[in-house]
């Protein structure tokens, strides 16, 4: 996996929790940016912003999902009863990752072109390749959630 950056700026005082739709839990701006190691070449306001759509984003691929579990009678995710063989905490855990995964992918993406040499286009490639890598796990952790299979093959 890929970082943005690492070592070039001392991380912002990051911004109080991002409040959730009331099922899904809150996001930790402070927890993401440890979590993928994001330093302070990423602005306070541009990962508030990554974070409220990668929010926006996975709450809506799992709406079909949420209405069920609201409707056997879940007012939080915490509510859910999770599988069996499940860790605790099993769907909260794949939330955030499907969340901090789109987030990130999104700040990869953008910061590509930061360089000063003519490398640049070289990292912007790896970089689009992690972007793509790391958005694969976020559609992964949503098939989870939703207890889908991570692949799909069709023949031809």
Known sequence: MSLIAAGTGTAPDDPE???????????????????TRLDGTVTAP????????AMADVNRQLADWQQ?????????L????VPVWAVAHHYVVL??????????????????????TGDGDERGE????????VRRDARWA???IEGRHHTTVELI
């Open 17 to 35: 929790t991002l409040k959730n739709n009331g099922f899904w839990p809150d996001i930790e701006p402070a927890d993401f940016r440890e979590a």
């Open 46 to 53: 541009r990962l508030v912003q990554a974070l409220q759509v």
């Open 68 to 76: 069920p579990r609201q409707d056997e009678g879940a007012a939080t």
């Open 78 to 81: 915490d509510d859910v009863t």
């Open 95 to 116: 939330y955030r990752r499907a969340v901090y995964a789109t987030a990130h992918a999104s700040l990869l993406e953008r910061y590509r072109d930061v360089s000063a």
């Open 126 to 133: 790896a970089k689009d390749l992690a972007a793509d890598d």
């Open 142 to 144: 949503v098939a989870e």
